[in-house]
């Protein structure tokens, strides 16, 4: 976490970014009022309306929580079980009836800003920018969609992404654009080419780039800091405002068979490392590093956005609940920022762990077939599973109009043996996801002139090891044996041959 030289924001005015209904939404008159008593508490308020602090049937909240003694305390939380060292954290009367439960400003509780802003500026270095509470990554994804998205705007992402949140900005009007990516994530000269060429007959050109950088959802892949910059520059010259959606930012793994991993390796420059313009909004989350029942993370942005934030907030969802923010301020209070440094790292050796248990399964039970193979994910939670669907004995390819003219279908078969392959992995007793689930929704009839269908791009299957290591140690042989029995299916048929 060591400091880096940094060049100082000189944030630039991005509000035209915003959609035309955050300009017209009117504040929330009461909260206007209700916050002077925030802000001054040595006023005499008759202006609330939250009921009497002495009427909360709630005293005192003790939560046991595991020790960052150890240099590798989530090994110790995992082995010791129940006699592992623990700390008790007190949420005391006082802070509960004034604070946590009780109506609170809509950026949320300012003792739970300060513990998010501290590691802001520790991992980021980022202390010109602002933080808001939220109820976790989803909650802060659709708030941020809907300030920056008007009806008809077009918003770009990975071509494989993680389908809720683009399915919310869609229910508003926001137009989807793909961007190629391969195995280390987005293609900046694809983001340039899909800019440079934009059709203004389609409407204005995309002013929104939505990513997950590190072990991207589904396809594991992590953004090098090459790439970062280069994306960077881009989103400069195009006026592109960066959604950067981060909660496998801790989870960051070294290469397979390393000898000794470190516990301090360092987390690499996010996007909001690199921002000096204020275009880049950061979404974090506790859900992948503590719970995600918490329902709590934060966005990061400059000032100008916080306070349109903060005005929709106020008339929806208020702040985020005040027990998961205390917990979360506790935690912090309790174990100090070297704590929680020696938890996240402690943590990401044991999903390392869990990775090679999983690629080494899957060496074992599924690459041997010959039927798939896959990239070692550097972050996150999943493998991206390449089925080699050309092998298969009904896999068929189809004649098309010139490539001048844009390919206007696909040219294989290879998304229904996908969708047969996903049945019989059910009907084998596995749960896998087809990649089918997380293609980028986009307008009908797009496409990229000359490009590979995306249908014909589609022959991937996506496997977690964020389970039990029986349940990775169950599923792999029931994949390889599917794989096996699929690819020694019947002859071609003439109905497998896709519409053209």
């Known amino acids: 976490m060591g400091s880096i030289a940094v060049e100082e924001p000189k944030f630039v005015d991005l509000t035209h970014h915003l959609a035309p209904e955050v300009l017209v939404r009117k504040t929330n008159p009461l909260k206007d009022i209700i916050r002077i008593s925030l802000e001054n508490p040595h006023l005499v308020s008759l202006a609330n309306g939250d009921p009497h602090h002495s009427l909360y049937p709630i005293r005192r909240v003790n939560y046991e929580v595991a020790s960052v003694a150890d240099e590798d305390p989530v090994s110790t939380w995992r082995s010791l079980g129940a006699s592992a060292p623990t700390e008790t954290l007190t949420a005391p009367q006082d802070t509960l009836h004034k604070a946590s439960l009780a109506y609170g400003h809509g950026a949320g509780l300012a003792d739970a800003l300060r513990t998010v802003t501290e590691l802001n500026v520790a991992y980021h270095h980022a ?155 950061r979404i974090d989350s506790f859900s992948k590093i503590m719970a995600p029942g918490l329902r709590l993370g934060w966005i990061t942005s400059q000032p100008a956005f916080q306070a349109h934030l903060i005005r929709y907030i106020d008339l929806s969802t208020q702040h985020p609940s005040g027990f998961p923010q205390a917990l979360v301020t506790l935690l912090l209070e309790g174990w100090g920022l070297a704590g929680f440094d020696r938890w996240v790292r402690s943590l990401r050796l044991d999903y390392q762990r869990r990775r090679d248990f999983l690629l080494g399964l899957f060496e074992r039970e599924v690459a041997r077939t010959g039927l798939a193979s896959v990239d070692v994910p550097e972050a996150g939670m999943f493998l991206w599973i390449r089925v080699h669907i050309e092998k298969h004995p009904r896999f068929r390819r189809v004649e098309h109009a010139p490539e001048e003219k844009g390919m206007r279908g696909p040219q294989t078969n290879a998304r229904q043996l996908m969708q047969e392959l996903f049945e019989a992995c059910l009907k084998g007793g596995l749960v896998i996801v087809p990649a089918t689930v997380f293609l980028l929704p986009t307008e009908e009839g797009y496409e990229e002139a000359g490009a590979v269908h995306i249908d014909d791009r589609s022959n991937f299957l996506r ?36 519409s053209t």
């Not at 090459?226 to 981060?246: G, P, T």
């Not at 977690?464 to 690819?487: D, H, N, Q």
């Open 127 to 281: 202390p010109h920018h602002v933080a808001t509470m939220t109820l976790g990554n989803a909650d802060a994804i659709t708030k941020v969609f809907r300030i920056l998205g008007a009806h008809g705007d077009h918003f770009l992402a990975d071509e494989f992404t993680f389908g809720p949140m683009p399915i919310a900005a869609e229910a508003h009007g926001v137009k989807w654009v793909p961007v190629r990516i391969d195995a280390g994530g987005i293609i900046p000269e694809e983001l340039e080419k899909v800019l440079a060429h934009w059709d203004y007959k389609r409407g204005k050109r995309p002013h929104v780039l939505y990513t997950v950088p590190c072990g991207q959802n589904p396809t594991g892949s992590t953004l090098s800091l090459e790439r970062r910059n280069q994306i960077y520059d881009i989103a400069k010259k195009y006026d592109l405002i960066i959604v950067e959606d981060d909660p496998y930012y801790f989870l960051q793994y070294d290469p397979p068979n390393t000898e000794a991993p470190s516990t301090q390796k360092p987390f690499p420059l996010s996007f909001l490392s690199l921002d000096v313009d204020g275009r880049v909004v």
């Open 463 to 498: 496997a977690t090891f964020a389970g039990s290591e029986e349940t990775m140690a169950a599923g792999m042989p029931i994949l390889g044996k599917v794989l096996r029995e699929f690819f020694a299916d019947a002859p071609k048929k003439p109905e497998d041959a896709p």
